[in-house]
């Protein structure tokens, strides 16, 4: 009977506990930061550490290793398109080498690639990295002992303390302070599909021109690798011969790079005998263009890393003699959407750059998935509005001193389009998007919230924010005005 | 190492695992053990002075049982009493006590660096209470010094009291515990509420009445009346919060301590508050000093001088600063003029046809109680006593009513959330306070159905791990990359 009694205690105590935990995962996910790139200083780590384990085992062929250099710089999905061959990028920012051996390590237990290639920017960097750094490198991963390992070299390398060991095996200790800072992002979540069409590359569309700069020095200066940075260079190479994988050195376009670290880097590969490209020697052979390649001289941009990644892609092809991967159908057709998705994104962002009316009218409507909202502020008489006659709005033509005029486009067909004085309305429960145009006299105000969120440049005259459907984002916000021949942003 | 930190968590799960596993007759010396590390992680110097004081006591405490000459008992007691006041008022008030000489007669008085122990102020009031109680033969000697060592330094209780009594404590540290799932359960749900009383509120008023207080001079009078009412949850829910953590671990492995509050904020008089706050101070002030000196045995007089002593000594005990003395003073004299005004008020009530033993007279009572007792936590919380005069002038003087209503409130380190929080989480302390003492409701949490029990179990859990305040707190700037 007591012991019948004992037995029942203990249930409930493990059942009491495993609920606790369960609760305790669950809010952790909800707290812990959402890393999903396409903003500068939001790296995608969680879709880039969710996309792999959500990716079919064994279907990855070449596996990219490094800081931003690498997933800045390299596109899978175009490596796909270009080779058949099936890559992903395992990197973060300014990824140490003890981070790349634990993602090797955490990688080969779902993949089995024939490349490793491993970008050395970091060699020279120190060991130590921020806690920012470490803590998006390490907190998507799955609980496992080479993670544990991965932690202690964290807290090892950034003097850290106990407590925070602790808080890097339970998140949620570390960001229990941001429920303030919950968003429909951070719920939504659970819902979201885990797979990552970029394969964990992080896709960038700005350019950043430098009038003076010194693309990979003669510099002979050959700075030195630390014994740690070795160590983990054994390790990976190590492990990559015990696995019959080939390990490759490279350096991607950087323009911190020198002549002397090429050298270090070379005589690195050689005394461990695997082969170091360098690629800050090719720019031309890449045909990457400082005017519209480069994010900001040490990242590429979408178009460079497309450029680079097709390069990459042939190279695999006639120097690494790789064959495609055999996929099965679902994964081919996974590759394929992916690509398509790509493209679709790439569509968006060259949108971001467009300033001629013409052109931004032509892509809106002979691309399916766009919805334009447009919304006017104050008080103003505009007779001849091109843009809005490109797109097919028929009634905006006058709108009078104390009237707002209010249109919604959806898939190149114009659902609203109205002249009302005063303020004028409209909701779309589809997207949660609240737009709201107001006369001068009645609150002088152009606003276009989306999920809660202000996207409306709230300027004198028409204000136009393009959300992509199929990307679920809002992917432009213009103004237009009188005596204005292009758009503003 | 304090009780809501994750590596004493981790560190008592171990302790108590091989408390249990020990189960014979040394299990105590685990205790002793762990209590002595538990001290030392706070700082090693500390040690030297806690062993001195347990075998200075410990010595006098065994002779004077075997004395059997009154005068020689007295004089063995009243050295071990100079020792204890000596051993305290050395690194306690010798600061205090030169910086007065200094400013009185206008020199130059070099301050000592003096190392001031850690929970020096409880364990010395225990140990001396228990030298009274031996020389009073209400307790017998401890004759084994590492039993007495471990009545001196029991881990749960060191740093932040209560003040032990050896005739509750000792017996209960020489018994054997083997685990019990219902006292552990309960000792659980007393540590998870004092924790969410720390955490969740003491801590979080923390903030707001820190920065408030740093700056008094440039903020209004509404501002630093909300504040000082802040402060009166903080302080009670920081002490008490950390008395109930106490009392949870100690419960854990099945030795029950002295319960150091009864709902005080409940209290209908001055009175009546000192008996629910900080019980183990005042009993043992009560005891040890307030009957010695005659109690109220001697005629009205004496009685208020002996009521006033007591609570100096009591605000002298709070801390070295004339604040304090004051604060002790106002209590003093809260008591001395509630029995002199007894009357009248009753003759006001009578005027106003307010029934004594109303409900509503007994509320009106335990609001003038809080208020009263919230005016001079000022004094306790301020750093000098021109600080705390400042901050009345301006409650009453500077009355600026719209800072409550215009934002303002939010700029102190709290934000409209953060201040939701705080209400919510003390609308739920008030409402299980209302129903009893914590120590009652975390009985019968356990008693009750087993949903009620795990939903108030997963709430404070749960609540303590989101909206407690602790660790390095999140900004997201700091996670914005932008190395390269």
């Known amino acids: 009977m007591k012991n019948k009694m004992k037995v029942n205690k203990l249930v409930r105590v493990v059942i009491f506990i495993g609920i606790l935990l369960i609760m305790v995962q669950a809010i952790t996910l909800l707290l812990k930061p959402k890393w999903y790139g396409q903003e500068l200083g939001h790296e995608a780590v969680t879709s880039m550490v969710d996309g792999f384990y959500n990716e079919t085992k064994n279907s990855i062929d070449v596996l990219f290793l490094g800081s931003s250099n690498v997933f800045r710089d390299i596109n899978p999905t175009v490596i796909y398109n270009e080779s058949g061959i099936t890559s992903y990028v395992l990197g973060s920012a300014s990824q140490r080498m003890w981070i790349s051996k634990y993602y090797l390590k955490e990688a080969l237990k779902y993949q089995t690639p024939k490349v490793v290639v491993l970008d050395l920017y970091t060699i020279f960097t120190g060991d130590l990295n921020g806690e920012s750094e470490n803590r998006k490198a390490l907190d998507y991963h799955k609980f496992s002992f080479e993670k544990l390992s991965a932690i202690k070299d964290s807290i090892y390398y950034d003097g850290e303390t106990n407590e925070n060991y602790i808080s890097y095996l339970f998140p949620v200790l570390r960001y229990h302070s941001r429920w303030q800072e919950l968003s429909s992002e951070d719920f939504r979540y659970f819902l979201t599909d885990k797979h990552h069409y970029l394969k964990g590359y992080d896709i960038v569309n700005s350019i950043e021109q430098q009038e003076n700069y010194d693309f990979f020095s003669t510099e002979t200066h050959e700075p030195e690798v630390s014994q740690w940075v070795l160590s983990c260079l054994d390790e990976m190479v190590d492990i990559c011969m015990q696995n019959n994988i080939e390990i490759k050195f490279v350096k991607f376009p950087n323009v911190h790079w020198t002549q002397g670290m090429s050298k270090v880097c070379q005589d690195l590969a050689n005394s461990y005998n695997v082969e170091f490209i360098e690629y800050n020697e090719n720019l031309n052979t890449i045909g990457l263009d400082f005017s519209t390649d480069f994010m900001d001289f040490v990242h590429l941009n979408y178009s460079g890393a497309e450029k680079l990644s097709k390069f990459v892609a042939n190279q695999m092809v006639e120097q690494w003699n790789m064959k495609p991967t055999i996929l099965s159908q679902s994964d081919q057709t996974r590759w394929q959407e992916d690509m398509i998705e790509y493209e679709r994104m790439k569509n968006s962002y060259h949108l971001v750059g467009i300033t001629d009316v013409e052109e931004y009218a032509n892509i809106i409507l002979n691309n399916d998935g766009y919805d334009v909202y447009i919304v006017t502020k104050g008080s103003f008489v505009m007779e001849n509005n091109k843009l809005l006659e490109l797109l097919g709005l028929d009634n905006y033509q006058i709108v009078h001193s104390g009237e707002t005029y209010l249109g919604v486009i959806k898939n190149g067909q114009c659902i609203v389009s109205e002249i009302k004085e005063g303020t004028n309305e409209y909701y779309s429960s589809e997207n949660r998007a609240v737009l709201q145009s107001q006369s001068y006299e009645a609150g002088d105000c152009a606003s276009i919230k989306i999920d809660g969120k202000e996207y409306a440049k709230n300027y004198g005259g028409y204000n136009i924010v393009t959300y992509d459907n199929q990307l679920s984002k809002v992917v432009d916000s213009i103004f237009f005005n009188d005596g204005m021949e292009t758009i503003g942003r | ?484």
Request: with cysteine.
């Open chain 2, 1 to 484: 190492m304090q009780f809501q930190t994750a590596e004493f968590l981790l560190t008592f799960a171990v302790v108590l695992v091989v408390y249990f596993l020990m189960r014979n007759r040394y299990q105590w010396l685990w205790l002793l053990l762990v209590s002595y590390i538990f001290y030392l992680s706070w700082n090693i110097s500390y040690i030297p002075f806690l062993i001195m004081t347990t075998l200075i006591t410990w010595g006098i405490a065994l002779c004077m049982e075997k004395c059997r000459q009154v005068n020689v008992k007295k004089l063995l007691v009243i050295s071990g009493c100079i020792y204890s006041i000596s051993y305290l008022g050395i690194f306690k008030y010798t600061n205090f006590l030169l910086s007065n000489v200094s400013a009185i007669f206008d020199i130059q008085v070099l301050k000592l660096d003096l190392l001031l122990p850690i929970g020096i102020s409880f364990y010395t009031f225990q140990t001396l209470g228990y030298l009274i109680d031996v020389y009073r033969g209400d307790v017998k000697a401890e004759k084994n010094v590492f039993r007495y060592a471990l009545f001196v330094s029991y881990f749960p209780q060191i740093v932040s009291g209560p003040i032990g009594r050896a005739k509750d404590l000792c017996k209960q540290l020489k018994t054997i515990h083997t685990f019990d799932y219902d006292k552990f359960l309960k000792g659980s749900v007393t540590f998870l509420i004092g924790m969410f009383m720390k955490l969740v509120i003491a801590d979080r008023a923390a903030i707001f009445v820190n920065e408030v207080y740093a700056h008094y001079e440039i903020y209004g009078g509404s501002i630093l009346l909300l504040s000082s009412l802040l402060y009166t949850m903080q302080i009670y829910c920081d002490f008490a919060g950390y008395s109930y953590m106490a009392l949870g671990v100690s419960r854990m492995m099945g030795i029950e301590i002295i319960h150091n509050f009864e709902r005080p904020y409940f209290s209908a008089s001055i009175k009546e508050f000192w008996r629910r706050w900080h019980i183990s101070l005042s009993s043992w002030l009560k005891d040890y000093l307030y009957i010695p000196l005659g109690g109220s045995r001697k005629g009205s007089i004496r009685t208020n001088i002996n009521l006033m002593i007591v609570f100096f000594i009591s605000g002298l005990w709070h801390g070295a600063n004339w604040t304090f003395l004051i604060w002790g003073g106002i209590h003093g004299l809260y008591q001395i003029i509630g029995k002199f005004s007894e009357k009248t008020r009753e003759k006001i009530y009578g005027l106003l046809h307010i029934d004594l033993n109303s409900q509503f007279r007994k509320n009106i009572s335990i609001i003038t109680t809080f208020f009263l007792v919230n005016f001079a936590w000022i004094f306790f919380r301020a750093e000098n006593i021109s600080m705390a005069v400042g901050i009345i002038k301006k409650i009453i003087f500077c009355w600026e009513p719209w800072s409550l209503l215009d934002g303002t409130v939010f700029n102190f380190g709290l934000s409209a959330k953060d201040m939701f929080i705080l209400l919510l989480a003390i609308i739920v302390i008030y409402l299980m306070e209302k129903m009893s003492n914590i120590s009652t409701i975390s009985e019968k949490i356990v008693t009750s159905h087993i949903v009620i029990r795990w939903a108030v179990l997963y709430f404070f859990i749960i609540s303590i791990l989101v909206f407690g305040i602790y660790g390095e707190g999140y900004s997201a700037a700091n996670f914005i990359y932008s190395q390269f």
